[in-house]
């Protein structure tokens, strides 16, 4: 069982909100995940990330590999702190 931090999509039609999730590879997108460990809000002026760090450190220092997108994310919000 490969763990991935990626996004599960949550919210209205055009009114995107992201959920970031350590989930099993195979689990769907929007499915079972094993730990909540972030939010992601694209609209309403700024982006919003919430991201619990202590928690995504651990799931990568256990193995989890982060999807393109997240990681992206994590390094832009490291660039503006």
Same mark, same amino acid.
């Given at each position: 069982?490969?763990?991935?931090?990626?996004?599960?999509?949550?919210?209205?039609?055009? *009114?995107?909100?992201?959920?970031?999730?350590?989930?099993?590879?195979?689990?769907?997108?929007?499915?079972?995940?094993?730990? =909540?460990? #972030?939010?992601? *809000?694209?609209? #309403? #002026?700024?982006? =919003?990330?919430?991201?619990?760090?202590?928690?995504?450190?651990?799931?990568?220092?256990?193995? *989890? =590999?982060?999807?393109?997108?997240?990681?992206?994310?994590?390094?832009?919000?490291?660039?503006? *702190?």
């Amino acid at each position: 069982m490969a763990v991935r931090i990626r996004l599960a999509r949550f919210g209205g039609k055009k *009114a995107p909100y992201y959920r970031i999730v350590a989930a099993n590879s195979e689990a769907r997108r929007d499915g079972r995940f094993l730990e =909540q460990v #972030g939010t992601y *809000a694209p609209l #309403g #002026g700024a982006e =919003q990330l919430k991201l619990l760090r202590d928690r995504y450190d651990h799931w990568i220092s256990v193995g *989890a =590999q982060p999807s393109d997108t997240v990681a992206a994310l994590v390094r832009r919000a490291d660039a503006k *702190a």
